[in-house]
């Protein structure tokens, strides 16, 4: 068939069966994403003779004869008048539409010039999607974006941003003179033009001619052992070149989960087992030229299993009875073998602080697994390159724990293996685990052949990890004026089959919960238990957003109960400078007030919430409420999390900045480069950056943890700074001058009666800077989250009227791209506290497994939130700077939970707050406990 894409005519031959999303990447318009290949998320939207389309739905042969516009052509698609100042004809000012393999074009369409300056995009994912069914929308469809963008999902951005760019308000600081100083300012991401061009290059958007695909046959078993598999039916389907069972995998344990110390994460899995533990859990991979092969071959597998008992509920499965999910000693610690993790601590006597509390509050929280869901699935592409190492292109937050893992698991040196990012889209965690890359890597290592895995989202759902399903107890007692005498967490964490994350997740969840509250009596006992489901694992948040939930909805309770405002009684009760921060343990600690700002969050939300009109019902039958929670963070994660950094004077009297740490969204590039711009007194976009990649620096842990700015931008200015004093004093020895009266400046060095160029002292000899940073001491960031609600007393349905966050991040280093990262915490925990939820049925299998059950938000569920910074500045973090990714989520779901229930009198205690549960909560005169005179 003849495809006309972008106005560039081919010969193309589909399949049978395929879809013309695959098409037209296999002819390399990579700007045509993949979220769902269900129609759900819109990353592959193209327009068919100008009209939108997912092109996932659309088979390619109904493409014959149309014209196709991808986002690489949408440039070239103007219509007289659209153009920036109007002045875009067709043929006329225009680099015509870019081609695969090219960057972004000269000439943007306005779409895609009204994301960059609203920067609607974090990781970029959606972007191409997003842009494309956008540009297509007239004045009216505008207007109601509600309903013209609800085939089009982003999961980072919280559609704040995206909406002012479809409304055409810009927010970027396009001003890079250099006269001011780069930090603080709403700079561009430097990707930004590649981005909504369609040309930024995610880890599959490379040719894959020759290389092999692989699929992977997933248990259908809770518990089985594998007693045999029968391979010769799979290697007799044409295109098959090998299937690989756990004969050919390592014997070798390790965990998914990477940390930079990995003694903490148990050692219990491997690359293929022949026992498996859940529902979805890998049992063989079949590699063949085509991805269609390699399916068939999967197809025709003949497994034999011995099925075993099986336990889903992670209380049950603390019974003596239960069926050991590890049987092996030492995989489980504790008394019972299904015990992965337990926290226990206490200071202070918390049985004579209770006795002494006027009134207490004990309840039980209970909170939901959820799916990261991030638009790009996890994925890999393996090959050996011409020394003979291990290459691994690898859609992760942790390339460089990614490579030790490989090396160790395959018996390799570390330098014989090399994992590298491209554009990463999206992770809040979950690419945290190494779930793909180890597959691939010994697919490479059997058939000495390239290999590329993509991994479907169903087998997001099934077989990747989620946020831990937590119950939480909470007793909380206070004395008559609010002061708080005792508090008391019993945590139980459903850790699934293995055990990655199992014990870094609840001492973090029990740490910061209650260590920002002054009471001089703590308990805390948490487990973190196995059960036969899918795994959990690293989520925004690490365990906090269960514990808060928890603790915040209690201390409301409390305050009701004790008649004090809600506002008042944090204040009356949370720890200041100078106060320990302390949990379960008064052993000496790295963290330390950098800053603090929790005071001002509290007095901007409460004066936001102030300043806005009353609440107005809809309709008599709806009811209005406010509530509010709180949360603080230690901005780096403990036991040590590393980066190294370079920057390099380059022949042209430019920079180079060499980072480890990733960026799939957070923005970490865009700050890295003011960071390094401000030490070195120029503007950022002199900097290039080449980052995630373990032949560019020495070592960085990764991008988790929110640490991007605090550590890795910690290596970077000590880099940077390091460089300019190497520069200044080039330029001093060159002048005779003494380096303390140098100034650097943009191309030169000024010294007294004249200036050296920087192109020059490039030239004479190598100038480089090196920074590392260890990640202590640590500091502490916090979130307060308000809102306004109207609650429907028959239906159950939640409405949020005001939505406003403040958050205390240090000196905010790029204002817009920091809201961007709270407004989409916000919206991803208001998925997850009012729709999202992995359901598991009586056989332990996921039911949840396309985005379209799952109810990720749309345009439509997601409000604006107000936005409120604390004006301070750390003494620990790079030039004032704090933390601020995963924390703006954690206190959205009590915040609201404390809403509904001054709307409705209802204390609910299981999230998400799902209508019907509210409605039954509503009908029973309020549920859950109250606060009780002792
Ligand atoms: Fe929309 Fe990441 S920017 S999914």
């Not at 090998?242 to 491997?270: E, I, M, N, Y």
């Not at 004990?362 to 393996?382: C, D, K, M, P």
Request: charged share 20%; with cysteine; net charge negative.
């Amino acid at each position: 068939m003849i495809l006309t894409v972008n106005g560039e005519v081919r010969e193309a031959a589909p399949r049978p069966g395929q879809c013309l999303r695959t098409l037209l990447r296999e002819h390399g318009w990579y700007g045509v994403k993949k979220g769902c290949d269900a129609g759900d998320c819109g990353a592959c939207t193209v327009h068919l003779d100008g009209e939108p389309v997912h092109s996932c739905l659309v088979p390619a042969f109904r493409a014959e004869g149309r014209a196709i516009t991808t986002i690489e052509g949408l440039a070239g698609s103007c219509r007289p008048g659209e153009g920036l100042a109007g002045s875009c004809r067709p043929g006329e000012g225009l680099a015509g539409p870019c081609r695969p393999g090219e960057g972004p074009p000269a000439v943007l369409h306005p779409m895609q010039e009204a994301f960059l300056a609203a920067q609607g995009f974090q990781c970029g994912f959606c972007t191409p999607g997003m842009i494309m069914t956008a540009a297509a929308l007239d004045q009216g469809q505008r207007r109601d974006l509600a309903t013209a963008l609800k085939g089009n999902l982003c999961r980072c951005t919280g559609y704040r941003a995206i909406g002012d760019a479809i409304a055409g308000i810009g927010h970027v600081d396009r001003d890079t003179d250099g006269a001011a100083d780069p930090c603080g300012r709403n700079l561009p991401a430097p990707a930004g033009a590649a981005v909504v061009s369609g040309t930024a290059r995610y880890t599959l958007d490379v040719p894959l001619e020759g290389m092999l695909h692989m699929k992977v046959l997933r248990s259908p078993h809770a518990h089985a052992r594998v007693l045999r598999i029968d391979r010769a039916a799979a290697l007799a389907v044409p295109g098959v070149v090998a299937v690989l069972t756990h004969d050919d995998a390592p014997a070798k344990r390790f965990s998914t989960g990477r940390h930079q110390d990995p003694l903490d994460d148990a050692s219990d899995t491997r690359v293929l087992d022949d026992v498996v533990r859940f529902v979805g859990q890998r049992v063989a991979a079949v590699v063949a030229l085509g991805e269609a092969a390699a399916e068939a071959g999967c197809a025709a597998l003949v497994v034999d299993y011995a099925v075993r008992p099986a336990v889903f509920d992670p209380r049950a499965a603390l019974m003596p009875e239960a069926p050991p999910v590890h049987a092996r000693p030492g995989v489980a610690a504790g008394p019972h073998p299904n015990l992965a993790a337990e926290v226990h601590g206490e200071i202070g006597d918390v049985a004579a602080g209770f006795s002494q509390a006027d009134l207490i509050h004990e309840g039980t929280y209970v909170s939901q697994r959820v799916q990261h869901a991030h638009l790009e699935t996890h994925a890999a592409i393996g090959w050996r390159d011409a020394a003979g190492r291990l290459v691994i292109r690898s859609s992760t937050q942790v390339p460089f724990l990614t490579r030790d893992a490989l090396a160790d698991l395959f018996d390799l040196a570390p330098e014989a293996v090399r994992v590298v990012c491209g554009r990463v889209g999206g992770g809040f965690g979950g690419k945290q685990e190494m779930l793909t890359e180890d597959l691939v890597a010994l697919a490479v290592l059997a058939t000495g052949r390239p290999v590329a895995w993509e991994t479907t989202r169903e087998e997001q759902f099934v077989g990747a990890t989620s946020r831990h399903a937590m119950r939480v107890g909470v007793k909380i007692g206070a004395l008559r004026d609010g002061t708080l005498t005792a508090i008391a967490l019993h945590v139980v964490s459903d850790t699934g089959a293995y055990g990655n994350h199992a014990g870094g997740v609840i001492h973090h969840g029990c740490n910061e919960v209650i260590g920002v509250y002054r009471c001089p009596n703590k308990r805390v006992d948490a487990y973190a238990v196995h059960t036969h489901t899918v795994p959990a694992g690293a989520f925004r948040g690490y365990g906090l957003s269960q514990t808060v939930f928890a603790v915040e909805s209690a201390m409301d309770e409390l305050a009701r109960g004790l008649g004090i405002d809600p506002f008042a009684m944090r204040r009356l009760n949370v720890v200041r400078p100078g106060d320990a921060m302390v949990s379960t343990s008064l052993a000496p600690h790295d963290v330390a007030y950098g800053s603090y700002g929790l005071d001002q969050c509290l007095d901007r939300v409460e004066e936001a919430l102030a300043a806005m009109p009353p609440a107005v019902p809809p309709s008599p039958d709806w009811l209005t409420g406010e509530g509010m929670a709180m949360a603080m963070i230690d901005t780096i994660p403990p036991r040590g999390h590393v980066a190294e950094a370079s920057v390099a004077l380059t022949p042209e009297g430019r920079y180079a900045l060499s980072v480890g740490t990733a960026e799939f969204g957070n923005g970490t590039t865009t700050v890295l480069g003011q960071i390094a711009a401000s030490a070195l007194g120029t503007t950022p976009d002199r900097i290039a950056i080449r980052q995630a990649d373990t032949d560019a620096v020495g070592h960085d842990t990764g991008a988790y943890g929110s640490t991007g700015i605090v550590v890795a931008g910690q290596a970077s200015l000590r880099a940077a700074t390091a460089l300019a004093e190497a520069i200044r004093a080039a330029a001093a020895a060159r002048a005779g001058v003494a380096a303390e009266v140098c100034r650097l400046g943009i191309d030169a060095v000024a010294v007294p009666g004249g200036a050296v160029a920087l192109a020059d002292l490039a030239r004479e000899s190598a100038l480089v800077g090196h920074g590392r940073a260890d990640g202590t001491p640590r500091s502490v960031a916090f979130n307060v989250q308000g809102f306004r609600v109207a609650v429907h007393r028959l239906s159950g349905e939640v409405r949020i009227l005001d939505s406003v966050q403040a958050a205390d991040a240090g000196r905010v280093m790029n204002p817009m791209q920091c809201r961007g990262q709270i407004e989409g915490g916000v919206a991803q925990a208001l998925g997850a506290a009012l729709y999202e939820d992995m359901r598991i049925d009586d056989a332990g299998a996921v039911t949840t497994r396309t985005l379209r059950d799952y109810h990720v938000p749309s345009f439509a569920d997601v409000p604006r939130t107000t936005v409120l910074f604390a004006d301070t500045h750390d003494g620990i973090g790079p030039l004032g700077a704090k933390s601020m990714s995963e924390s703006p989520f954690n206190p959205v779901a009590p915040a609201l939970a404390n809403a509904i229930r001054d709307a409705t009198g209802a204390r609910l205690t299981q999230t998400p707050f799902a209508p019907d549960r509210i409605f039954r909560a509503v009908m029973a005169g309020g549920s859950g406990s109250r606060a009780q005179r002792p």
